[in-house]
């Protein structure tokens, strides 16, 4: 069967457009495409841990303690012998693991609250008076003092955090709602008889979603910042847990004579967090439609 010419001078356009349209997102909002690089390098790290010529990051060998960075030791080993690279490499999968985590339930819950407190003045007196008691305490403090009455393990770790992290949004969430309510749209709506519940899923909640994009990438950066605090601390994951914390904190002591153990695992988190503020910078100006006229 012939085809016409014509048909392909239809088709070559449409093959061409989303290689046009990619192209021009990533020049317009290049940090998101550098942070997503290197996000997906940390996140394959983590995944494909087994398979980056590691081994196990808990094996001792004593008579291998404190060997700078070889050949074989990429990273150098610790004051146990242990390989201070796999540990490193397996330790990114606590970190994404408790930011992930932290970030979507913090967003969750903070979302839910929001959204009740910015359209009921009851729930609002006595919810924001809550979520602002918890925000005039650091979030670190938040963790530690609730880390110091369960054990250590990272499931507690993640609780402790979002608990911290719940308020900010929460009143991001609010202010959101209650600059809404007074567009003709919500009044419209309102007037027209619709249900509450109907009104905050179908017309709130949508226009929420941009500024929760972008908070939720900062919580995420926080947790993992606080994750590594706690560890380094002694209360966030338990030892046996190799996790960039951890590796810090068993290296401080013997950073005089031994630095790498603590300079490697610090490098990561340093570039994990920079890589989602670099998304989180990036979806800003995407999302903000001021920023996006001036490009």
């Known amino acids: 069967m012939s085809v016409a010419p014509t048909d392909f001078a239809l ?8 290689r046009r349209g990619l192209a021009d997102a990533a020049r317009r909002h290049p940090t998101i495409v550098a942070g997503a690089i290197l996000l997906a390098v940390v996140a394959g790290m983590a995944v494909f841990a087994p398979y ?44 994404l693991a408790a930011g992930l985590s932290v970030a979507l339930l913090s967003t969750a819950l903070g ?10 003045r ?4 006595v919810l924001m008076r809550i979520m602002d008691g918890l925000m005039s305490i650091p979030a670190v403090l938040i963790a530690i ?16 955090i979002t608990i911290g992290q719940v308020p900010q949004i ?4 609010r202010g959101i709602v209650l600059s809404l309510r007074e567009l003709p749209f919500v009044e419209a709506a309102v ?5 509450p519940l109907r009104l905050l899923l179908r017309h709130i909640l949508p226009n929420t979603v941009p500024s929760l994009y972008v908070q939720a990438t900062f919580t995420a950066a926080s947790a993992m910042i606080v994750e590594a605090i706690l560890s380094f601390l ?14 810090m904190a068993e290296g401080r002591d013997f950073f005089q004579i031994a630095y790498y153990i603590v300079l490697f695992p610090g490098i990561m988190l340093s570039i994990t967090v920079l890589a989602i503020n670099l998304c989180g910078d990036g979806l800003r100006d995407a999302l903000d439609p001021r920023l996006s006229r001036r490009m």
């Open 234 to 247: 002694g209360v966030g994951t338990p030892p046996n847990i190799p996790s960039w914390g951890n590796i």
């Open 122 to 125: 009851p729930a609002d007196a």
């Open 170 to 173: 929460a009143r991001l969430v």
């Open 145 to 160: 003092a609730l880390m110091a009455l369960t054990r250590a393990s990272l499931q507690n770790v993640v609780f402790a």
């Open 52 to 95: 980056l010529g590691t081994v196990d990051p808990q094996a001792l060998s004593p008579a291998q303690r404190l060997e700078w960075p070889s050949a074989q030791h990429w990273f150098g080993t610790d004051m146990l012998g242990r390989d201070v690279y796999s540990r490193t490499v397996y330790g990114a999968r606590v970190s």
């Open 11 to 18: 088709s070559a356009p449409a093959a061409a457009a989303p």
């Open 191 to 195: 007037a027209s008889g619709t249900r």
């Open 111 to 120: 979302l839910a609250i929001g959204l009740v407190t910015g359209f009921s």
